[in-house]
């Protein structure tokens, strides 16, 4: 099992940035993926951007050039730097961690972008 521990979200102002922390309880260099998704009221839960164990990364074309996953593997931690946020932003978003039994998800964190 992974426990996930999110922080960093908040209030910004539109072309802001925020910065996401998510810890995870074990090595995230085993784990096989870790990924950032978001949701609001009402629709389904939306990838923001994941990271393989090998590195590889993926974006969803909605944030792609202004969010940035990166990883710490001596902290087991994975950060999601959000610039030039948009009002569209908000949502509550969540960290993942993917093996090879289950996904596992954090608790969340609201994120807010004021225009």
């Known amino acids: 099992q992974v426990h996930l521990v999110e922080s960093g979200g908040g209030l910004v102002q539109a072309g802001g940035s925020l910065r996401l922390s998510c810890v995870a309880s074990r090595s995230i260099l085993l784990i096989n993926r870790m990924g950032w998704y978001r949701q609001t009221p009402g629709k389904q839960r939306e990838l923001v951007a994941d990271v393989s164990r090998l590195g590889s990364i993926n974006y969803a074309d909605s944030v792609k050039g202004r969010f940035t996953i990166s990883r710490d593997g001596g902290e087991n931690a994975v950060y999601l730097q959000m610039n030039s946020l948009k009002a569209e932003d908000t949502a509550v978003y969540y960290c993942?961690?993917?093996?090879?039994?289950?996904?596992?998800w954090g608790q969340g964190t609201q994120v807010t972008v004021a225009s």
């Open positions: 993942s961690a993917t093996t090879s039994r289950a996904t596992y």
